[in-house]
């Protein structure tokens, strides 16, 4: 398939090229009179680098418009301090290098006040490495990846992360499976990286026993024939329950592959590849997820009762095409959410120190439809930490055991495992965050 | 192996064609002989090292001159019939100017036609050369000094190792040049040698141990060693590429890689973790590790693949320069000075491995070829240097990165040959060395109450790639018979490029200042892949995260 013709290299590598592209030395644009980059007297410029494309995109490709939509919500009611957000999002394909090559022409060439919700652990790893916003200033608000080593302030001064992170994912479930099923033989996928490091943290934190633990891969998950070695290894070991903690894409490659082998264990849904429309998008019929459990740190996305859902849903329809309402349209509108809060309360004189200066100062305080608190502060980057958990519907919906959100909430580290007393605070008149 | 089956190695300006005819060595100091042609008046001559030099004055010589020291060339001839470079003589022919592509004289044509002259040695030894090198440049320049006495300014640039020599001559010398650009900057002989050799240990250890790699006999018995070396070293290559797709490991593996293909880790995994623990770049001429063929390897080709064939072009030449460069310097310092026997190699992939973890097939797989290649496996027995030999190497010509004159770097930031870290850690040393100076300028200011702020001496240029280069056939096979994107290869710049860095050269040799503002901004989008982000970083060479 590959084939490379190496004499030709060698006269390629004696061969100077002289076409291509301007990286990076844009002249300053008209941004003025405003001193901060990506900040006019009228606009901010955001900017996201995301999958829209790609084997990792479905759901996830739905998360910049949901984004986009709140803010056009926003702006269509005066914006903030009277600023309009304006949203550039770029494709990554979840490739770590694209996102470095993208994110670096949202810097240097779009002038992005700040980045906001890349997604992907090796991507914003990549970033933060080769591009390296921490050195420039740069804000990295809100990423959509659960790695608990990114609200490390010391590493990533400028970033903050939002998912709780993948051990305090891990450690609650763990409580979860140990209260519910006692005694049963567990089994779990995961993704063989960091986002499954830290989920083999979390439960070997909680004390859970695994029977059998069967890593793929990133990207594996699309190999023809890959799906089916996991469900073989898993179904030898024989375990009760079955914890998926991978992408989307893989879960929906194991309960495919499974339902095709007559293969059902009871599956337990990590929240990074829960999303039932992303699933069932996937070919997955509604009917294979029925009975599962999943675990959310939202509402559900049927919930038409929570005052965030109905608004989000009502802005979705006008703002959004009325795309299907599902979790990456909610995590995509709630990161928006929280954005404006954050760039209201960094006041009139918007800047990026002022702007991460504001989250560490009321970033804890901020409305948001997350049931579980933010927990930012001067020495916290760290953002929502509870789960509840839910079952699947009959038609792919996850809801909450017994009707009622019960979350518990801990820490990445060797915190105790607490049922939350925490109260969310109501949301603004029409969802719109009060500015000074 | 036919010689078609190669991956060049060397700098597009060390080994192709110069601008002046090759003149005999002279056995001392000889000239210069000028012809007196008008309007460019052409001398050779040779240094008391029997170094040959070329100067090329202008008849509207404007007094500054541009002095050239050229990149690494061999000091061995490389025989017909070994890949990469056979055929190849040693020679000392002088050089006093870069040449675009190997052969284009437009920017020694620019120099000239405004005024500038130019002159360059051949160096009287070839190889790692940079002490006798350093020698060579400073008498040229009192050689030229002297024949041409309306010489009013001396600016030095020079390209790989040359662009190490001009920075050594800026340190050791301050006083003789008025600015300099060391262009594509080789780092200390330590560090180069240090990536060098852990890629070719790599190669050795996993995918054919008779690969001497390194510690090569003396005399005529080490020479056929280490050309025996780079016959094996691209033979393997040839054959890794070969299983580029389906992961199958060489037929020449050692036990220790056989162990790992049984556990199913492809060998482009592996071939990718040598360069990442080596410090290569994972961007190449044709793979930008960022581009996929339309249909099902759109995303696995740039997130699985591409990276390795990354590693596979810019592997080549840091395996050869290692077979070529050790074997140098070894005879240089009496002994091995490859020595892996501490390097931590986990500790060196800590960032690489989760960035790159899906081509590096995972963690289980990344844990798995580590832990073949600590050194606690006896199938992957470590390089032991001689310590006297190392002793004598670090004791070589090294630079600290001081700036003590105006300077212009500029390097590809995919350069596989010298890093763009090896320029970073100039601007660190840089940033250190401004940082203490406005903190004496302060102190100073209690005791006079007169603040002269340091200059910012330092201009950074970074050659850059393309958002996107690597181009596909109609069967979705990667194309690799296209000019190298740019910035990548090595010291693979434009005519454009060059003359940014000629003019703020001059510039700043003449008014001790570089252009800056809107006429820096302008000549470097002109020039284009070009930039001067201020915050651009690399990672230094792995020898400075040991």
């Known amino acids: 398939m590959i084939g490379i013709n190496r004499r030709r290299l060698l006269v390629a590598s004696a061969v100077l090229a002289t076409g291509g592209l301007v990286v990076s030395t844009v002249p300053a644009q008209a941004f003025s009179p405003h001193s901060e980059v990506g900040v006019t007297n009228s606009a901010i410029k955001l900017g996201v680098t995301i999958p829209l494309t790609g084997a990792a995109s479905p759901g996830y490709n739905k998360v910049p418009s949901a984004m986009k939509a709140y803010f056009d919500y926003v702006n269509a009611n005066g914006g903030v301090n009277g600023r309009k957000i304006t949203l550039v999002v770029k494709d990554d394909q979840y490739v770590p290098t694209l996102a470095v090559t993208q994110t670096n022409d949202l810097i240097l060439k779009d002038k992005v006040f700040a980045l906001l919700a890349p997604l992907g652990t090796a991507n914003v790893k990549a970033v933060a490495t080769r591009v390296n916003p921490g ?82 891969a990133s990207g594996s998950q699309g190999v023809a024939g890959v799906p089916a070695t996991w469900i073989q290894k898993l179904s030898a070991a024989s375990p009760d329950v079955v914890i998926l903690f991978g992408v989307s894409s893989a879960t929906a490659a194991a309960l495919g592959t499974a339902a095709v082998m007559k293969y059902a264990p009871k599956w337990i849904l990590g929240s990074v590849g829960g999303d039932a429309t992303t699933i069932k998008a996937s070919g997955v019929p509604a009917g294979v997820l029925y009975g599962a459990t999943g675990a959310s740190f939202l509402p559900a996305t049927t919930d038409t009762t929570d005052e965030y859902i109905k608004l989000f849903q009502s802005i979705n329809a006008k703002y959004n095409n009325n795309a299907v309402f599902d979790n990456n349209v909610l995590v995509g509108m709630n990161t928006a959410f929280v954005t404006v809060q954050a760039i209201a309360a960094a006041g009139q004189n918007l800047t990026r120190k002022g702007l991460i200066a504001a989250i560490e100062k009321n970033g804890a305080k901020f409305a948001s439809a997350g049931l579980a608190p933010l927990n930012y502060s001067t020495t916290s980057h760290v953002g929502y930490n509870g789960y509840w958990f839910g079952t699947y519907s009959p038609t792919g919906d996850l809801k909450p055991n017994g009707g009622v959100y019960t979350v518990y909430t801990t820490d990445s580290g060797s915190g105790a495992i607490v049922k939350s007393t925490y109260k969310r605070p109501a949301m603004p008149a029409d969802g719109l965050p009060t500015q000074p | 192996m036919k010689k078609s089956r190669i ?70 001839p490389v025989p017909a019939g070994i890949p990469g470079y056979g055929g190849y003589t040693v020679t000392n022919t002088p050089q006093p100017g870069p040449l675009v592509g190997g052969k284009d004289t437009s920017v020694i044509a620019y120099l000239l036609g405004n005024g500038y002259a130019i002159a360059g040695s051949g160096f009287a030894r070839q190889g790692w050369n940079a002490d006798s090198a350093i020698a060579t440049d400073v008498e040229l320049i009192g050689a030229f000094k002297a024949q041409f006495p309306a010489t009013k300014h001396v600016v030095a640039w020079g390209e790989s190792l040359g662009g190490f020599i001009t920075q050594g001559l800026a340190e050791t010398h301050p006083t003789l040049v008025d600015a300099v650009a060391p262009m594509c900057v080789a780092d200390n002989v330590g560090a180069e040698l240090t990536m060098a050799g852990d890629f070719l240990w790599g190669v050795k250890t996993l995918f054919d141990p008779t690969i001497k790699g390194g510690n090569y006999s003396a005399g005529a018995a080490g020479y056929a060693e280490a050309m025996g070396d780079l016959v094996k070293f691209f033979t393997v290559i040839g054959k890794l590429q070969a299983g580029i797709a389906t992961g199958a490991w060489p037929d020449t593996s050692s036990a220790t890689g056989k162990a790992l293909a049984a556990a199913g880790v492809p060998s482009r995994s592996a071939l990718l973790l040598l360069g990442l623990m080596a410090g290569l770049p994972t961007q190449s001429a044709h793979f930008d590790s960022i581009s996929g063929p339309a249909g099902a390897l759109k995303v696995t080709f740039p997130l699985a693949i591409s990276p390795a064939l990354a590693i596979l072009e810019n592997g080549a030449n840091a395996g050869a320069l290692a077979v070529l460069a050790l074997s140098d310097v070894e005879n240089q310092a009496g002994g091995a000075i490859f020595d892996n026997t501490k390097t931590d190699y986990a500790a060196r992939v800590a960032s690489d491995r989760v960035i790159f973890n899906a081509a590096l097939s995972g963690d289980t797989a990344i844990d798995a070829m580590l832990g073949a290649l600590s050194s606690a496996n006896p199938g992957a027995p470590r390089a032991v240097g001689n310590a006297a030999a190392i002793a004598k190497m670090n004791a070589l010509q090294a630079n600290t990165g001081k700036i003590n004159v105006p300077t212009i770097t500029m390097v590809g930031v995919a350069d596989p040959i010298t890093p763009a870290g090896s320029s970073v850690r100039i601007a660190q040393a840089f940033a250190q060395q401004y940082a203490d100076e406005k903190a004496a300028a302060f102190k100073d200011y209690a005791k006079t109450h007169t603040y002269e702020p340091p200059k910012k001496d330092l201009l950074s240029l970074w050659s850059t790639t393309p958002s996107a280069y690597t181009t596909f056939d109609s069967n979705g096979s990667p194309i690799s018979t296209t000019p190298a994107a740019p910035g990548t290869n090595h010291c693979n710049f434009t005519a454009a490029q060059y003359l940014v860095v000629a003019k703020e050269l001059v510039t700043a040799g003449t008014t001790g200042s570089f252009l800056g503002g809107g006429t820096l901004m302008n000549l470097v989008r002109k020039a284009k892949n070009l930039s001067i982000d201020p915050f651009f970083d690399a990672p230094l060479l792995k020898y400075y995260q040991q």
Do not use: W
Request: proline letters at 7%.
């Open chain 2, 7 to 76: 991956i060049s190695i060397l700098s597009a300006s060390a080994l192709v064609s110069m601008v002046v005819v090759g003149i005999p060595s002279a056995a001392h100091a000889a000239g210069p002989l000028c012809d007196g042609k008008v309007p460019i008046n052409s001398c050779q001559g040779a240094t008391s090292d029997s170094a040959p030099y070329v100067m090329q004055v202008p008849a509207n010589f404007n007094g500054t001159l541009v002095l050239y020291s050229h990149g690494y060339r061999p000091n061995v």
């Open chain 1, 135 to 216: 050195r420039r200033g740069v804000p990295v608000l809100f990423v959509n990846t659960g790695y608990s080593g990114f609200a490390v302030k010391k590493t990533y001064p400028t970033t903050f992360t939002m998912l709780p992170s993948y051990i305090v994912e891990a450690k609650i479930m763990a409580q979860y499976i140990t209260e519910t099923y006692p005694g049963k033989k567990i089994g779990l996928l995961y993704q063989d990286d960091d986002f499954g490091q830290d989920a083999l943290a979390g439960f070997k934190q909680a004390g859970l026993s695994l029977a059998v633990k069967v890593p793929y």
